[in-house]
């Protein structure tokens, strides 16, 4: 599905202003549909969400590609994932990032996101089986922190994992209402910066 992959990223990615070459080239090189359920892969490029397994949630492809784009990965950072899901939004962070610290709540998702990546070879991601916030705490501070789960309001015992010169990403808000926030550390100061509305999966403490 090479081609369906590069009309995805030209239609739905670049023509919306996702211009990080380095996340392009990341998009390209995985194929969406290995992340989507048998009977959806028709519709891996499709410009939607898609479902999984318990009410989660695939990411529409731009979304992932703009939360990804504004952490500004380098090559050098520990990543916090919260969310593990199908393991798509993993496998893009990882081509990016030194190391993935990635949660999921739902443990038959993070086993099947865990045969994905090794499809792929991808080694440098670390999955784990529980609450996204704490889970990985032994392993803050991190470079970067995204989270597919929204939080009602956000969690301070997460913005305090994040690294001095970090960014966080990360919907907030009820069901009906939500919006993504980036979250800066910057000569110790925390700024929280609104951005556009969005639609996630709620963040869950327990299966």
Same mark, same amino acid.
């Given at each position: /599905?090479?081609? %369906?992959?590069?009309?995805?990223?030209?239609?739905?990615?670049? %023509?919306?202003? #996702?211009?990080?070459?380095?996340?392009?080239?990341?998009?390209?090189?995985?194929?969406?549909?290995?992340?989507?359920?048998?009977?959806?892969?028709?519709?891996?490029?499709?410009?939607?969400?898609?479902?999984?397994?318990?009410?989660?949630?695939?990411?529409?492809?731009?979304?992932?590609?703009? /939360?990804?784009?504004?952490?500004?990965?380098?090559?050098?950072?520990?990543?916090?994932?919260?969310?593990? $899901?199908? $393991?798509?939004?993993?496998?893009?962070?990882?081509?990016?990032?030194?190391? #993935?610290?990635?949660?999921?709540?739902?443990?038959?998702?993070?086993?099947?996101?865990?045969?994905?990546?090794?499809?792929?070879?991808?080694?440098?991601?670390?999955?784990? #089986?529980?609450?996204?916030?704490?889970?990985?705490?032994?392993?803050?501070?991190?470079?970067?922190?995204?989270?597919?789960? %929204?939080?009602?309001?956000?969690?301070?015992?997460?913005?305090?994992?994040?690294?001095?010169?970090?960014?966080?990403?990360?919907?907030?808000? %009820?069901?009906?209402?939500?919006?993504?926030?980036?979250?800066?550390?910057?000569?110790?100061?925390?700024?929280?910066?609104?951005?556009?509305? #969005?639609?996630?999966?709620? /963040?869950?403490?327990?299966?």
């Amino acid at each position: /599905m090479y081609d %369906a992959n590069e009309r995805m990223l030209r239609e739905q990615i670049i %023509a919306r202003g #996702v211009s990080d070459p380095r996340v392009i080239e990341a998009f390209r090189s995985v194929p969406r549909e290995l992340f989507v359920p048998g009977p959806l892969h028709r519709a891996a490029y499709d410009d939607s969400p898609l479902p999984l397994i318990r009410g989660q949630t695939i990411s529409q492809p731009y979304i992932v590609a703009l /939360m990804t784009e504004m952490l500004r990965l380098n090559g050098d950072e520990k990543v916090l994932e919260i969310g593990t $899901g199908s $393991g798509y939004q993993t496998a893009i962070l990882a081509r990016l990032a030194r190391t #993935v610290y990635s949660a999921e709540i739902e443990p038959e998702l993070s086993h099947a996101a865990a045969a994905q990546l090794a499809q792929l070879a991808i080694t440098n991601a670390v999955l784990g #089986v529980g609450n996204g916030v704490e889970i990985f705490r032994e392993h803050a501070p991190f470079d970067a922190i995204l989270s597919a789960a %929204a939080p009602e309001s956000l969690p301070e015992s997460l913005i305090d994992q994040l690294a001095e010169g970090g960014r966080c990403i990360i919907p907030v808000g %009820a069901a009906d209402l939500q919006h993504l926030w980036l979250i800066e550390r910057r000569d110790g100061r925390v700024t929280r910066t609104r951005l556009e509305a #969005v639609r996630f999966v709620p /963040m869950r403490e327990k299966p």
